[in-house]
């Protein structure tokens, strides 16, 4: 907890100093899979524990909500955070184990040529790495988004997004800010499209 030994001017400073460090290629990138996603209808899931778990759900909703310019007409993308369902989180864990409680859903839900995005700060969450592993071997695309030094993920995953910096909450506070510029991104790719469910041009 860097901040426990910095005045909140320091701290800012160097939240300043660190998001400057982040490879815009690897979040244009990520731009690019989403869209690709939405273009072949396929789902993109959002898995991760804690302050990460926190993150997608909010990532999700932002997704499904904030990339529309016109919510009768618009085609939609498919997204789904799976920190969110609470019973089958609680049946996973108690019954066979946390580190399976993402694995089991993609099991359920994911086709081939779906998009995962795994943000773990660490890199290192088994349950992360092992629903990013079974998505690799099923035609899954993974992005890995992560803090630190990446951990086990920034390897494992195809893609990364990553803030390189030893604090777990400027890691998220990271994270939640390129989202925010992610899903701005995403509103004009879709919204130049102008894709629609009905044939009527997307406002």
Known sequence: MIGATMSAKDYLALVC????????TELEKVSELIEQAYDAGRFVFIIGNGGSGANASHLCEDLAKCTLCDFENQKR??????????AGI????????????FLE????????????????GS??????????EWANEHGITTVGITG??????RKLAHHGLHAAVDDMGIVESLHQVVFHWLIDDLHRRFKEKAVT???????
């Open 17 to 24: 100093q660190e998001i400057e460090k982040m490879d815009t």
């Open 77 to 86: 993308l498919k997204v789904l955070s799976l920190t969110d369902n609470t």
């Open 90 to 101: 609680m049946a996973w864990a108690n019954d066979e184990g946390y580190d399976r409680i």
């Open 105 to 120: 859903q993609l099991k359920n839900l994911s086709s081939p040529g779906d998009l995962l995005l795994a943000i773990s």
């Open 123 to 132: 890199g290192n969450s088994p349950n992360i790495l092992r629903a990013v």
């Open 148 to 153: 630190f030094g990446g951990g086990k993920l």
């Open 197 to 203: 469910v009905n044939g009527a041009k997307a406002r």
